[in-house]
């Protein structure tokens, strides 16, 4: 009977009647086929390898590469794995069958600067053929879109100089696209203007949704893939200090999706190109890979919410929670002391 829910990617344990080794284990696959066994487990879900993922380490954890100069210019050097047989549990009793580079979903976040020269060793240990696809501009043989890596270790070097300054997305760009990008082939990459943007407590916020019933429906939406996990751990910041979030939206099978911030207003950068704001805002809205930079400060501490306006969307898991903490040296930075 176990052999019949061979390459399921998705799972929904429902319930586990008893600890007690003669005890039947009920659970249910996606296709609604009912699995009762009375020993272990032996499905690949639990045999297979399975993603951890740690939204709080993501969200500020930014890759530089490895670095080395030639004649004068920067040369950041990144390699890459694509696998396509993870398992992650992306919601309390929810498993699906996770496509990474790296390991996670999203995958690393690339960062260069303007005129540096990026160099990406990609290696590509899953079944399929896989891509990379970075936005930005760089040559056509670079693109990864017709040089198709094969499964089992195919490997190629995508060279190109980085620019332009923003902040732009990765992905896989094999076909059935949809298929390649809603099982998780996708990331952030980076390009600091060679003046540095103002400091600032920095931020990665993918977008994603999950299609756990594959109906070309989402059922859970997240803001870096697990669902509701910034509002039951807010990010914690300070009053006063500037926050830049760098906001990529990678939710396939929906036309739009936003971002709505409580309590305030901040300044956006469509894509990052320019340095000067389009907008000061609490709401954007975003198509497919549509991306931006968002800059602001609180005044005031307390729990603000942030999370898409779509209903739907933040009543699936896109919503968090940013802990506004009093900043030490705010009196005598601003003059003005909250707590009096």
């Not at 694509?82 to 549990?89: V, Y």
């Not at 320019?274 to 954007?284: F, K, N």
Request: aromatic share 12%; proline share 6%; glycine share 8%.
């Amino acid at each position: 009977m176990l052999s019949a829910i061979i390459g399921v990617s998705t799972i929904i344990v429902f319930s586990v009647f008893s600890e007690a080794q003669l005890e039947p284990k009920v659970f249910v696959t996606h296709s609604g086929q009912v699995i009762q066994t009375s020993g272990d487990v032996l499905d690949p879900l639990y045999t297979a390898s399975t993603v951890e993922f740690d939204p709080e380490k993501y969200l500020r954890d930014f890759n530089y590469g490895r670095i080395s100069e030639l004649n004068g210019q920067t040369i950041r050097e990144f390699t890459i794995i694509a696998e396509d047989d993870k398992i992650q549990e992306i919601s309390p009793g929810v498993f699906y069958n996770v496509w990474t580079f790296n390991g996670t979903i999203p995958g690393p976040t690339i960062r260069a600067t303007e005129g540096d020269l990026v160099r990406i060793h990609f290696i590509n240990n899953g079944s399929k053929s896989h891509t990379m696809h970075f936005h930005g501009i760089h040559p056509a043989e670079m693109d990864g879109v017709f040089e198709s890596v094969g499964s089992g270790g195919g490997q190629f070097t995508y060279e190109f100089e980085a620019g332009p300054v923003g902040v732009h997305p990765y992905h896989c760009h094999v076909m059935p696209l949809e298929e390649h990008i809603s099982h998780g082939l996708y990331g952030v990459y980076i390009v600091d203007p060679k003046e540095e943007r103002p400091p600032a407590d920095e931020m990665v916020m993918v977008l994603n949704g999950f299609d756990t019933d594959f109906d070309t429906e989402n059922n859970f939406y997240a803001a870096n893939s697990i669902p509701f996990y910034y509002q039951h751990h807010p990010i914690q910041i300070k009053t006063n200090e500037l926050i830049r979030i760098y906001v990529v939206n990678m939710v396939e099978f929906d036309p739009i999706n936003n971002l709505h911030l409580h309590g305030n207003l901040y300044n956006y950068y469509p894509t990052g190109t320019s340095t000067v704001p389009s907008t000061y805002t609490d709401m954007i809205t975003l198509s497919q890979t549509e991306r931006g930079i968002m800059e602001f400060k609180y005044d005031y501490p307390g729990k603000y919410l942030f999370h898409a306006h779509k209903v739907e969307f933040s009543e699936k898991g896109w919503v968090g929670i940013f802990l506004v903490n009093d900043n030490p040296d705010q009196k005598s930075q601003t003059g003005i002391d909250y707590e009096n």
